[in-house]
């Protein structure tokens, strides 16, 4: 396989674009979903160490 | 397998391997992917442009791929009562939609210079149009109940409207298209592919399916330590 | 079967007696044919283009209006409960529900259809079509929209949430719908067009009743 | 006709928290039950669980006929009234209107709601719109609704509260009646009922 020329004439302001912005939906959705599984597992952690040793708050 | 990912810790216990496995593949696939892209040779006719072909068509696919996801896992979800099912759906979604919108973006930016437009009523975009208003309107009406068990039993619903309802949508609008615009303006990217087009085709899908894996993986996980914070939360309230 | 009876002459006359009937819908009707001219202006070869396929989007839209209240007043005052509780299953109710949102919703916008299409230029001989279509279309829309709003009972924002969940699936009938009245003006065969949008409003009536339950019975529960 | 009503082991979750597990209950013909417990203790979940419209957690709700086992099906769509904090009368419609329906869609007729209504001194009302009425009218008028329609099991979700002290004389004389032609009812209640009950307390988990 030749190594393949990276200009593509007139075609280059449609295909740069397109990798970009699949580049940043796929980052996007990368990113949401490992910070959302992140902040909901250190949630759990906090509330469960809470609850491990009441501390000032009544035992339920 | 159902019955083994039923509960929750056996779930995040399968997960917390799985999802690292597929995160993996996924990039080697795409690296792969996107190197097979573009040291394709050029399409006779389109030009550079079939390299868009590549990143729009498995987004596309991924579309339909993922509502399949969402239409099984809001059945299981229904039939069965299995919370972690209704997990799976609304997760999905989200994922579902961004592939959607993928498509839509990259499609345009490939129809421009081949159509001339940037938006063009064809057949199949429209369809993906209706797919991802769809989308949006499984995403409002979770979010619209404020009880979870009933707005995942209410959203599964619609999933399942929406299971049978799509293909009618797709073969309503193909219909429609041949109505107004008889003879087709590009060339059909029929199975007539060459074989050099279809290997990165192939391999991009997979790397795309791979990733959401991976992803839809992170966000049932997501939901299940959410759950479980507001289970912990109520306890504390006492 | 007595007891569907009865209610479905009482749905009847919730939709068709206190609300003022119809009439608020075909205003909504009449009022968005009047703003395509004034807003596309008044060159009667451009209307007419596009009059039966405007008056089919009207109608659509109009349908969308009356479905809030199709299950949302009876499940917030209990008479969901009651009809739960009855001789007949909460499928019958639907369905009991569907049809007479169609009779006294959808009917009426159908035979405003063809004077609105008119209005916008269409041909004369079009009315018997634009009615036809219309009348089958409605069906489908009232059912198709009836899972809308059972789907949306207990939901914070009813009405703009019922039309962005209903409106994709009000895609095929409108296609239909319009390609009928399309098809008959161009001279072209319109049995097909007709047989698909008729399929769909059957399948809406078969269907629909079993969705609108299901979330019936997920609302109340 | 439901002659007999069975919960075995039955166990209600409201979304996270679990009300109540391993109900154990049977009723007879002429027996009735008072709820009693906290609010939220999950008084109304069971009687919506006994009409079928809570589907619970674990265990089973089982109608018993004169000749065994009915449907759940049909034991609830003729042998069960629900009589919750709502009741159901639109309140544009006149007062007969709406009772008529309720009444004939619960299978009476307009006769039996014609007798349901002098019983009941509803007369005057009739030709009133429903919004007019007080809360102790309308809750007369849904009695009117037991009275007219012959069903076997009454689930009454605080059936007093809005009733004075005279029309409660008469409703509990209601139910005495209801019981002694065989019937059963289970009333969730903060204070005691007019009739010998059984009592079953809901205590909070």
Same mark, same amino acid.
């Given at each position: 396989?030749?190594?393949?020329?990276?200009?593509?004439?007139?075609?280059?302001?449609?295909?740069?674009?397109?990798?970009?912005?699949?580049?940043?939906?796929?980052?996007?959705?990368?990113?949401?979903?490992?910070?959302?599984?992140?902040?909901?597992?250190?949630?759990?952690?906090?509330?469960?160490?809470?609850?491990?040793?009441?501390?000032?708050?009544?035992?339920? | 397998?159902?019955?083994?990912?039923?509960?929750?810790?056996?779930?995040?216990?399968?997960?917390?391997?799985?999802?690292? &496995?597929?995160?993996?593949?996924?990039?080697?696939?795409?690296?792969?992917?996107?190197?097979?892209?573009?040291?394709?040779? /050029?399409?006779?006719?389109?030009?550079?442009?079939?390299?868009?072909?590549?990143?729009?068509?498995?987004?596309?696919?991924?579309?339909?791929?993922?509502?399949?996801?969402?239409?099984?896992? $809001?059945?299981?979800?229904?039939?069965?009562?299995?919370?972690?099912?209704?997990?799976?759906?609304?997760?999905?979604?989200?994922?579902?939609?961004?592939?959607?919108?993928?498509?839509?973006?990259?499609?345009?930016?490939?129809?421009?210079?081949?159509?001339?437009?940037?938006?063009?009523?064809?057949?199949?975009?429209?369809?993906?149009?209706?797919?991802?208003?769809?989308?949006?309107?499984?995403?409002?009406?979770?979010?619209?109940?404020?009880? @979870?068990?009933?707005?995942?039993?209410? $959203?599964?619903?619609?999933?399942?409207?929406?299971?049978?309802?799509?293909?009618?949508?797709?073969?309503?609008?193909?219909?429609?298209?041949?109505?107004?615009?008889?003879? $087709? &303006?590009?060339?059909?990217?029929?199975?007539?592919?060459?074989? /050099?087009?279809?290997?990165?085709?192939?391999?991009?899908?997979?790397?795309?399916?791979?990733?959401?894996?991976?992803?839809?993986?992170?966000?049932?996980?997501? @939901?299940?330590?959410?759950?479980?914070?507001?289970?912990?939360?109520?306890?504390?309230?006492? | 079967?007595?007891?569907?009876?009865?209610?479905?002459?009482?749905?009847?006359?919730?939709?068709?007696?206190?609300?003022?009937?119809?009439?608020?819908?075909?205003?909504?009707?009449?009022?968005?044919?009047?703003?395509?001219?004034?807003?596309?202006?008044?060159?009667?070869?451009?209307?007419?283009?596009?009059?039966?396929?405007?008056?089919?989007?009207?109608?659509?839209?109009?349908?969308?209006?009356?479905?809030?209240?199709?299950?949302?007043?009876?499940?917030?005052?209990?008479?969901?409960?009651?009809?739960?509780?009855?001789?007949?299953?909460?499928?019958?109710?639907?369905?009991?529900?569907?049809?007479?949102?169609?009779?006294?919703?959808?009917?009426?916008?159908?035979?405003?259809?063809?004077?609105?299409?008119?209005?916008?230029?269409?041909?004369?001989?079009?009315?018997?079509?634009?009615?036809?279509?219309?009348?089958?279309?409605?069906?489908?829309?009232?059912?198709?929209?009836?899972?809308?709003?059972?789907?949306?009972?207990?939901?914070?924002?009813?009405?703009?949430?019922?039309?962005?969940?209903?409106?994709?699936?009000?895609?095929?009938?409108?296609?239909?719908?319009?390609?009928?009245?399309?098809?008959?003006?161009?001279?072209?065969?319109?049995?097909?067009?007709?047989?698909?949008?008729?399929?769909?409003?059957?399948?809406?009536?078969?269907?629909?009743?079993?969705?609108?339950?299901?979330?019936?019975?997920?609302?109340?529960? | 006709?439901?002659?007999?009503?069975?919960?075995?082991?039955?166990?209600?979750?409201?979304?996270?928290?679990?009300?109540?597990?391993?109900?154990?209950?049977?009723?007879?013909?002429?027996?009735?039950?008072?709820?009693?417990?906290?609010?939220?203790?999950?008084?109304?979940?069971?009687?919506?669980?006994?009409?079928?419209?809570?589907?619970?957690?674990?265990?089973?709700?089982?109608?018993?006929?004169?000749?065994?086992?009915?449907?759940?099906?049909?034991?609830?769509?003729?042998?069960?009234?629900?009589?919750?904090?709502?009741?159901?009368?639109?309140?544009?419609?006149?007062?007969?209107?709406?009772?008529?329906?309720?009444?004939?869609?619960?299978?009476?007729?307009?006769?039996?709601?014609?007798?349901?209504?002098?019983?009941?001194?509803?007369?005057?009302?009739?030709?009133?719109?429903?919004?007019?009425?007080?809360?102790?009218?309308?809750?007369?008028?849904?009695?009117?609704?037991?009275?007219?329609?012959?069903?076997?099991?009454?689930?009454?979700?605080?059936?007093?509260?809005?009733?004075?002290?005279?029309?409660?004389?008469?409703?509990?004389?209601?139910?005495?009646?209801?019981?002694?032609?065989?019937?059963?009812?289970?009333?969730?209640?903060?204070?005691?009922?007019?009739?010998?009950?059984?009592?079953?307390?809901?205590?909070?988990?």
């Amino acid at each position: 396989m030749s190594m393949t020329s990276l200009d593509y004439g007139k075609y280059a302001i449609f295909i740069w674009p397109a990798l970009a912005v699949t580049a940043a939906v796929l980052a996007w959705m990368v990113a949401d979903s490992l910070l959302r599984a992140r902040y909901w597992q250190k949630k759990v952690q906090v509330l469960e160490a809470a609850r491990a040793q009441p501390g000032e708050k009544p035992a339920p | 397998m159902f019955q083994a990912l039923a509960n929750p810790q056996r779930f995040m216990a399968f997960s917390r391997w799985a999802a690292p &496995v597929l995160a993996v593949i996924a990039a080697g696939l795409l690296g792969w992917g996107l190197w097979l892209s573009f040291s394709a040779p /050029e399409d006779y006719q389109q030009g550079a442009t079939v390299r868009l072909m590549f990143i729009h068509v498995p987004a596309a696919y991924m579309a339909m791929f993922c509502y399949a996801c969402l239409g099984a896992a $809001s059945l299981v979800g229904l039939v069965f009562r299995h919370v972690l099912a209704d997990a799976a759906a609304r997760a999905c979604a989200p994922l579902g939609a961004g592939f959607t919108a993928l498509a839509l973006i990259t499609g345009m930016l490939w129809g421009r210079p081949m159509w001339g437009t940037w938006w063009v009523w064809d057949a199949r975009v429209t369809s993906v149009l209706v797919l991802f208003l769809f989308y949006i309107g499984y995403m409002a009406l979770q979010a619209a109940i404020d009880d @979870e068990t009933r707005a995942a039993r209410a $959203s599964g619903i619609l999933a399942l409207v929406g299971l049978i309802n799509l293909p009618i949508i797709k073969f309503s609008v193909d219909w429609w298209n041949t109505l107004h615009q008889p003879a $087709s &303006v590009f060339r059909k990217g029929g199975p007539s592919l060459p074989p /050099e087009f279809l290997w990165p085709l192939g391999v991009m899908a997979l790397a795309y399916m791979a990733l959401f894996g991976a992803l839809w993986l992170v966000r049932i996980r997501a @939901e299940v330590w959410r759950k479980r914070a507001q289970s912990l939360a109520l306890q504390a309230a006492g | 079967m007595s007891g569907l009876w009865i209610l479905f002459r009482r749905e009847l006359g919730q939709t068709w007696g206190r609300g003022g009937g119809p009439v608020l819908a075909l205003t909504f009707f009449a009022c968005v044919a009047t703003l395509l001219p004034l807003a596309v202006g008044a060159s009667p070869a451009r209307l007419a283009s596009v009059a039966p396929g405007a008056a089919w989007l009207a109608l659509a839209l109009a349908s969308l209006l009356s479905l809030e209240r199709l299950f949302e007043r009876d499940f917030e005052d209990g008479t969901l409960d009651l009809l739960a509780l009855g001789p007949a299953p909460l499928e019958a109710v639907a369905l009991a529900k569907g049809l007479a949102q169609w009779l006294a919703n959808g009917a009426p916008l159908a035979l405003l259809a063809p004077v609105v299409a008119v209005a916008l230029g269409a041909g004369l001989s079009l009315v018997p079509m634009i009615f036809t279509s219309a009348l089958i279309g409605g069906l489908g829309l009232s059912f198709t929209g009836g899972i809308g709003a059972a789907l949306s009972l207990g939901s914070r924002r009813g009405g703009v949430l019922i039309a962005v969940i209903v409106l994709p699936l009000f895609a095929p009938p409108v296609i239909f719908g319009a390609g009928v009245i399309d098809a008959y003006a161009s001279g072209l065969d319109w049995r097909p067009a007709l047989s698909f949008l008729s399929a769909y409003s059957l399948a809406a009536l078969a269907l629909g009743p079993l969705a609108m339950a299901a979330a019936c019975r997920n609302a109340l529960s | 006709m439901i002659t007999g009503l069975h919960l075995e082991n039955l166990a209600i979750r409201r979304g996270e928290r679990l009300l109540f597990a391993g109900l154990c209950l049977d009723l007879g013909a002429g027996e009735a039950l008072a709820l009693t417990g906290a609010n939220g203790a999950g008084k109304t979940s069971l009687l919506r669980a006994i009409a079928g419209l809570i589907l619970p957690h674990e265990g089973w709700v089982r109608f018993v006929g004169a000749r065994g086992d009915l449907e759940p099906e049909d034991a609830r769509s003729s042998g069960i009234h629900l009589l919750g904090h709502q009741d159901g009368l639109k309140s544009a419609g006149t007062a007969w209107d709406e009772l008529l329906f309720q009444v004939r869609w619960t299978g009476g007729t307009e006769a039996s709601a014609r007798a349901a209504c002098r019983l009941l001194d509803l007369e005057r009302l009739l030709e009133l719109e429903v919004r007019k009425l007080s809360a102790g009218q309308r809750r007369r008028l849904a009695l009117a609704r037991l009275v007219a329609s012959p069903r076997s099991l009454w689930l009454l979700d605080e059936p007093m509260a809005p009733l004075d002290s005279e029309r409660r004389h008469l409703f509990g004389h209601l139910m005495g009646e209801h019981l002694a032609s065989g019937g059963m009812i289970i009333a969730a209640v903060h204070d005691p009922l007019p009739i010998p009950v059984r009592r079953l307390d809901l205590v909070f988990s």
